[in-house]
């Protein structure tokens, strides 16, 4: 494994943290590095800065996972490894620069010791590096690949599994098993749909993380059923955010049933949607809208979408995206209350499911764009923006058989949907909303992998292929040219991840938030999905 891994180039941008996979991990004052851009070191980012440099030439060799490292060859050779939650132990010759309040380090003869200075253990600098070395890359040997034709495809699958298990936290306050983060740094909390999509990949490897990545966000449900679109060990955002928990769910449980499980989910999910319906149907017509915000650069934080142009002028409107995950999530729990007995349960589910969808295909199908599209209620009008969100009534079955076949034209005319690199967030030919920040013409991977799901629902099984194919391709070529997984890719392939916009700049000496995020979650659990999916590769000896 470590040979596949290898590579004789630097690249910045991949998070090193100790996983909950081997043992407690601190939320609040736990370790969290980052590859520098500039040349071969480590920024720390958690829970103070400084910076390690480490002279070594890269083209000797790289090999880096989100918890251990070695550079170099010989007497010259770096080895760094996670030895606890707090403690980053590093042997070979490096520097240490810039070290701020919260960061202890040690340094004698040619080893170093990083910690927080709040459980900084001075001893550990005599810890077993090659010994810690191997405990550290142990999970990811677990993990055996069969021959693969394809050398490219196994780095990118263990690059995902590397940053998969560094994103895991052990349990902590209310959270009560074992949760994830879209990454350990900046975003570190846990987010509710982000949690669904990482389950859909850990469900190849781990039924119980999957089953855990989701228990963990109902750990933190409020009484009244509302579930916060971020939540942290000891606090709630005030928002939620799109509704896939039991899609989440039904991805588990489909590889790997667990009746019992299902009976303990079932309730909360149940209350999650009930909650949707009393506290998002604010005109009582039927369909839901997202909570809108003043913020420019995210207009609709709850909605996932946070700078998309179809929240730019809206104040409230009737959402496809929102109606269609609602409609998703009434069908599953249908299923699920059949399968626990529980009849009158399940035709109200059905009864739900049914009329969101005929809702959604009478009030928000735009015969003169041939696309589903978001309903203003202070204006009374459709909307004009064609956004990526219109496919979603593919997923829940809402569209008609006619409707189904023009969505599926959008996606091949380069005018609207059929960019070079496909789903773009917004049509190409709306060059008014068109750009690359965001929501506001790049390609987002969740989009994409429930598309090609929708598209599989009406038989268009050839175009959902089509595009799965095209999503493992592109998450890939970045991948060999930048070593990680990014949050979202031009639609147009002019620009490479790190020069897209986020949230109206690439400035990211002046804020995290403002470039997109590197070792990003969803991208990499649904590439390990995606690569099943396509029997391209296989893990076993689980």
Known sequence: MMNECKRNK??????????????????????????????????????????????????????????????????DAVTGAFLDTHHLLISGPCSVENSEKGLTCLQEGTRTLLGTSVEFQPDLLAADIDRAFEERCRWLNQQTLPPETDPAARRTLLQGLSLMKSQVYSPAGKIRHRWTTPDRWPHRAMWLWDSAF???????????????????????????GFIAHRMDPNRLSAITQPPV????????????????????????????????????????????EWEIEGNPHCRSGESGMDNSPRFDAAT??????????????????????????????????AEHHQRLCRLIRERLWSADLNFFVDYDIEKNAPSDVLACSGFLPLLCGAASPEQAAKLVEHLRNPDT???????????????RNLGKDMWRGPVWINLNWLIAEGLDRYGYTGPAEDLRQQTRAEIQRHCETYGTFFEFYDAQRETDPPRLHRKGACAPEESPYKQVFHDFGWTATLYVDLCFRAGTVAISGL
């Open 198 to 224: 990482h389950a859909v990949g850990w469900r190849h490897l781990d039924p119980d993380m999957a089953r855990d990545a989701l228990s963990a966000v109902l750990d933190t449900q409020a009484a009244d």
């Open 10 to 75: 630097w690249t910045g941008g991949q998070l090193l943290a100790f996983s909950g996979l081997d043992g407690p991990t601190d939320f609040h004052h736990g370790l969290t590095a980052r590859t520098s851009f500039a040349a071969p070191g480590l920024d720390i980012v958690l829970p103070g800065r400084g910076r390690v440099h480490f002279p070594v030439d890269p083209s000797r060799g790289v090999f880096i996972t989100g918890d251990a490292f070695r550079l170099g060859e010989g007497a």
């Open 316 to 349: 409230r409107m009737d959402a496809v995206d929102f109606n269609a995950f609602l409609a998703r999530e009434c069908e599953i729990m249908a299923e699920f209350a059949r399968e626990l007995g529980r009849t009158e349960d399940a035709n109200r589910w």
């Open 417 to 431: 949907f059929g960019t070079p690199f496909p789903v773009p967030s917004v049509a190409a030919c709306q060059a």
């Open 245 to 288: 928990l039991a899609l989440g769910v039904k991805a588990v449980h489909d590889l790997h049933p667990a009746p019992d499980w299902i009976a303990d989910v079932y309730p909360k999910l149940a209350a999650y949607l009930k909650w949707d319906f009393a506290n998002r149907d604010r005109d009582g017509a039927g369909l839901v």
